[in-house]
């Protein structure tokens, strides 16, 4: 059984950053995907960031060269940096792995 927890959100200007992490349970979590996605007020989830067992990293073009991917397979954990955060930002993020969803951390961004 795999468990995602996620970790980091919270409230922060525009222009600011914040670092979300997932700590993911299993030992083969190095072999595997994982991604990021978003949702926010009445919109569908979308992909945010996705990363593979290879580091081989893909943004959402509203994201990318904003925000960075990267995981730590010594500790099981994803991680997902945010910076120049602007208020369509303003989501809850949730982890996704091997089909399982974490429970989701809000981000909002406001002045």
């Known amino acids: 059984q795999v468990h995602l927890l996620e970790s980091g959100g919270g409230l922060v200007q525009p222009g600011g950053s914040l670092r979300l992490s997932c700590e993911i349970s299993?030992?083969?979590?190095?072999?595997?995907?994982v991604a990021w996605y978003r949702q926010a007020p009445g919109k569908l989830r979308e992909l945010v960031a996705l990363i593979t067992s290879a580091r081989v990293t893909n943004y959402a073009d509203s994201v990318r060269g904003r925000f960075t991917i990267s995981r730590d397979n010594a500790k099981n954990t994803v991680y997902l940096q945010m910076d120049n955060l602007k208020p369509e930002d303003t989501a809850v993020y949730y982890c996704?792995?091997?089909?399982?969803w974490g429970q989701g951390t809000q981000v909002t961004v406001s002045a």
């Open positions: 996704f792995y091997l089909l399982n």
């Open positions: 299993g030992n083969i979590f190095s072999r595997n995907s």
